[in-house]
């Protein structure tokens, strides 16, 4: 599976953005999906998953409310929607999927990666 994420920018605190990440293969419907974040010097952090259905969806707590993480198998895309956006999400944002777990907020159940989008939110 090979991803490649799409949709990062420059925006003002209080805006949106949306990131696509569009998967290679015929076997994306079965995966599950993470988005995953990491600021200059610091870790990286789970930001949001799906399952492969799509059913079921999980958050971060400070991501909760803001951000919301949907996908269309159709069109083999996972998509992370991103609201109120506040100086401190500023990071490059990696969509992740994983053949192995329904969900997961840690970055090792998760086998193939994007190569990650910037997201800049400015004051």
């Known amino acids: 599976v090979q991803l490649q994420a799409s949709g990062g920018g420059l925006v003002q605190a209080g805006g949106s953005l949306r990131l696509s990440c569009a998967a290679s293969?015929?076997?994306?419907?079965?995966?599950?999906m993470g988005w995953f974040r990491q600021a200059p010097g610091k870790e990286r952090e789970f930001v949001a998953a799906?399952?492969?259905?799509?059913?079921?969806?999980y958050y971060a707590d400070s991501m909760k409310g803001r951000f919301t993480v949907s996908r269309d198998n159709a069109k083999n895309t996972v998509y992370l929607q991103m609201n109120s956006l506040q100086p401190e999400d500023t990071a490059l944002y990696y969509c992740?999927?994983?053949?192995?777990?329904?969900?997961?907020?840690?970055?090792?159940?998760?086998?193939?990666w994007g190569q990650g989008t910037q997201v800049t939110v400015s004051s």
């Open positions: 992740a999927s994983s053949p192995r777990v329904p969900y997961s907020g840690s970055h090792n159940d998760y086998d193939y």
């Open positions: 293969g015929r076997t994306f419907s079965s995966y599950s």
């Open positions: 799906i399952t492969w259905s799509g059913g079921s969806t």
